[in-house]
């Protein structure tokens, strides 16, 4: 969300992160950017739960 740097994480990662996560499912798995620490957003993931996440939804805010 920072420097807009890309990283291509496994869905599977994605997934395992997601079912062990116990808190908000409004908030999509989260991980920190390697070229800068900061915050990550999924251009576009289905939840487990159901919920979708999407960076457009994030950027035009």
């Known amino acids: 969300m920072q420097c807009n740097e890309q990283e291509a994480i496994p ?3 994605v997934r395992k992160f997601d ?3 116990d808190g908000d499912p409004t908030v999509p798995p ?3 950017c390697e070229k800068c620490g900061g ?3 999924p251009e576009y993931y289905k939840g487990l ?3 979708e996440y999407k960076i457009s939804d994030v950027r035009e805010k």
């Open 11 to 13: 869905l599977e990662v």
């Open 19 to 21: 079912a062990m996560d």
């Open 39 to 41: 915050e990550m957003y």
């Open 49 to 51: 739960h159901g919920c």
């Open 30 to 32: 989260q991980f920190s």
